[in-house]
């Protein structure tokens, strides 16, 4: 059974940080990323890194977030600093693994007070 399950949401004051982590687990996985989805908003990718670590990021959270994984602990991360209230959502944890599937985490909460 695949799980992926995230943590690290919270309350941040604008300009701090979070770190976000995701452990995948029950199957191998590819492209591993992180979406988001603002109240009224459609789900956006954030950021993407494939096994290789090869990353792709949304234009807004360039120069700011970081994406990483560690593939011995089936695990992707999301470091975000000099957070906006613009980046205020409910970060999803996405992976894709050899037969194709996509999963989705629960999602976590992050909140950004200006």
């Known amino acids: 059974q695949v799980q992926l399950v995230e943590s690290g949401g919270g309350l941040v004051q604008a300009g701090g940080s979070l770190r976000l982590s995701c452990v995948a687990s029950?199957?191998?996985?590819?492209?591993m990323g992180w979406y988001r989805q603002a109240p009224g908003k459609q789900r956006e990718l954030v950021a993407a890194i494939t096994r290789n670590s090869g990353t792709n990021y949304a234009d807004s959270v360039k120069g700011r977030f970081t994406i990483s994984r560690d593939n011995a602990k089936n695990t992707v991360y999301l470091q975000m600093n000099s957070l906006k209230p613009e980046d205020a959502a409910v970060y999803y944890c996405?992976?894709?693994?050899?037969?194709?599937?996509?999963?989705w985490g629960q999602g976590t909460q992050v909140t950004v007070s200006s």
């Open positions: 029950g199957s191998v996985f590819n492209d």
């Open positions: 996405n992976a894709r693994n050899w037969r194709n599937s996509v999963y």
